[in-house]
């Protein structure tokens, strides 16, 4: 059964930084890509960042590639997202996505995604 499940959301002040994790069960990381999304209550699932199925290729969403940076360990199947200079805005609830894929490409697009973990919220404030 395939399964992902999401950890590191919490509470933290403007300015700090979070690891998000994505482990994956059920399936090996290899030959898939994965997403990472983020949801405000009442509005679409939006692309942040996502990693292609062999890991050597990365994309960012314009509003977060300088602070966000998605990386895997094939080694614990888990993908992560670093946070970092987070602002209020960046407040969501983020959640992973997979789905099979191919080498040096991934996608932003809810649409291309088969599997979700439960999401994690990320709350910063002062």
């Known amino acids: 059964q395939v399964k992902l499940v999401e950890s590191g959301g919490g509470l933290v002040q403007p300015g700090g930084s979070l690891r998000l994790s994505c482990v994956a069960s059920?399936?090996?990381?290899?030959?898939?890509?994965i997403g990472w999304f983020r949801q405000a209550p009442g509005k679409e699932r939006e692309g942040v960042s996502c990693?292609?199925?062999?890991?050597?290729?990365?994309y960012y969403s314009d509003s977060w590639k300088d602070r966000f940076t998605i990386s895997g360990d094939s080694a614990k199947n888990t993908v992560y997202l670093h946070m970092s200079s987070l602002k209020p805005e960046d407040t969501d609830s983020y959640y992973c996505?997979?789905?099979?894929?191919?080498?040096?490409?991934?996608?932003?697009?809810?649409?291309?995604?088969?599997?979700w973990g439960q999401g994690t919220q990320v709350t910063v404030s002062s």
């Open positions: 996505a997979a789905a099979r894929g191919r080498d040096y490409y991934c996608s932003a697009s809810v649409v291309s995604y088969d599997y």
């Open positions: 059920g399936f090996t990381l290899e030959g898939y890509i």
């Open positions: 990693l292609s199925a062999n890991g050597a290729s990365t």
